[in-house]
């Protein structure tokens, strides 16, 4: 058993007894029928909302255990149709860490999905200790049962289709590879950086097998291991241990951790740089990779070879393989190239000296002290709607019940009209604050339905929530969001 689902909701296990870690061909992660959750509406919310319809909440006991987390909100809001973010929470049990993730698709959800059920056990044994592994695969050589590492805390609707023996395999060949290496990681910074790098492998390794033998019609399959890998994903994770956060970050998604000031007000601070062409940085160290005549080729409207975004991401690998690699794929599978949209249909210009993308994740440490109160974990849909200390001050009122405190009006110097908007404003600041439970929640309206006064205006979080796929794109991206509440330990 590899994993289980917490929180009391549903749980899984993996039927899994093997010889040489060879599964049966029907061994699969298993979903039992299971309960729904009720959720919690605020006063006077009435019927659960498109913005409430994928929030998830989850409070872990408290005291050392907790490793400084008080508990977490999150949902998810799709404009593509189906949308391609994905998230992840988990505890890992070997250390009782929390890990939480949130994945950004493109190109369809295929990679994003893979990397979400992935990655988290690839962050758990790059971080076991070498004696548990090998304890672990004594467990396989014996055909006994596996014991779990991870405690999912997931929403229903997260769930989705499980892995199959492929990903088993792979990730046993990167324990054998530590058990065989045997450095033990003493650094959680590296542990991340190798998790990371070695799912990133592993994908592109799975996809290669997968296209000189599978046929067409299971090559375009949505879960295919080719599919996977030619679309890609970006990744923010973020490990909590003993009252410090490390974050790993690939993309273009972003962290900002809360920071209330001794005088009360909020201040943000960003634990994330994007990866894309609006970071100097970044420019540079793409352009410094290729030679000197690529220059103005590798990145041309701010895209990576004029066609991706972010310039790291998983998958992707028109940006990583061969130019021989790809000539094959696209002569042998279009069909799949079509299922992945207009965008892959042809090779990327210019691809002199690849590899152009890469996977390894930056990644920042910080210790958590008694101004830290919250982290916020999203995807690029809510930053381009919203400035970071925006986020933070909302989630911050959210938290302490409080409204922003506004200039005080002296005499007559302020208007009729004025002070009537000024009292509707702190009216509707208020019962916003009551509302919204999950702050997660709380930040999508916001981000969707503000009238400007920083309130939220009903008619225009309607509009915006009521806009037909075909139409939702145009106005914004996918959104999902974790917020992380914290306390020093």
């Known amino acids: 058993m590899l994993g289980r689902t917490g929180s009391g909701l549903c749980r899984f296990e993996l039927q899994w007894r093997c010889h040489s870690f060879s599964p049966p061909p029907d061994s699969r992660l298993r979903y039992p029928e299971c309960s729904g959750r009720r959720y919690r509406a605020g006063p006077g919310a009435g019927p659960m909302t498109p913005a409430q319809a994928n929030e998830y909440s989850h409070t872990p006991p408290r005291g050392p255990a907790s490793h400084g987390v008080l508990g977490f909100h999150s949902n998810m809001l799709p404009s593509n149709h189906p949308g391609e973010d994905r998230r992840s929470s988990a505890t890992c049990l070997p250390d009782r860490g929390a ?24 962050i758990t044994v790059a971080t076991m200790p070498l004696r548990t592994l090998a304890e672990l695969e004594r467990a396989v050589d014996e055909e006994r049962p596996i014991p779990p590492l ?26 054998m590879q530590r058990l065989q290496d045997g450095h ?62 490390h974050v790993a970050n690939l993309g273009d998604s972003r962290a900002v951790l809360g920071v209330q000031e001794v005088d009360g007000r909020w201040a943000a601070l960003s634990l994330t740089n994007d990866h894309n062409a609006q970071n100097p940085d970044e420019l540079q160290r793409i352009l410094g990779e290729h030679p000197p005549s690529e220059r103005r080729t590798v990145v041309r409207h701010d895209r990576l070879l004029g066609q991706l975004l972010p310039f790291r991401a998983f998958g992707d690998v028109r940006f990583k393989w061969s130019a021989d690699t790809l000539s094959r794929v696209y002569e042998t599978h279009p069909e799949v190239l079509t299922a992945l949209g207009e965008a892959v249909r042809t090779p990327p210009p210019h691809y002199l000296s690849p590899p152009y993308l890469s996977a390894q994740p930056e990644i920042t440490r910080h210790q958590i002290t008694s101004a830290d109160k919250f ?89 915006m929530l009521s806009l037909p796929a075909e139409l939702a794109r145009r106005y914004r991206d996918d959104i999902t969001i974790t917020v992380i509440h914290l306390n020093d330990l």
Not at 212 to 225: F, K, T
């Open 99 to 122: 890990l939480f993730g949130v994945f950004d698709g493109h190109a369809g959800a295929s990679c994003a999905h893979a990397v979400s059920q992935r990655l988290f056990y690839y």
């Open 150 to 175: 991870l405690e999912w805390h997931k929403h229903l609707r997260d769930h989705g289709r499980p892995d199959r023996g492929t990903s088993l395999l792979s990730l046993r060949r990167f324990w």
């Open 375 to 463: 982290l916020v974990l999203a995807t690029d849909g809510l930053w381009e709607l919203m400035h970071r200390q925006t986020v933070v001050q909302l989630v911050g009122e959210q938290l302490t019940g409080l409204q922003q405190q506004r200039p005080v009006v002296r005499g007559m110097a302020m208007t009729l009209g004025a002070l009537q908007r000024l009292l509707l404003e702190r009216r509707g600041r208020v019962l916003s604050v009551l509302e919204d439970q999950n702050a997660a929640t709380h930040l999508l309206r916001h981000a969707l339905g503000d009238d400007g006064y920083g309130a939220v205006a009903p008619n225009r979080l309607a509009r």
């Open 184 to 245: 033990e990681e003493d650094r959680m910074t590296s542990a991340l950086v190798n998790a990371f790098i070695r799912l990133d492998n592993d994908l592109s390794e799975e996809a290669r097998v997968h296209l000189s033998s599978s046929p067409h019609r299971l090559a375009s399959s949505p879960s295919s291991p080719l599919r996977v890998a030619l679309s890609g994903c970006t990744a923010c994770v973020v490990h909590v241990s003993g009252g410090v956060l």
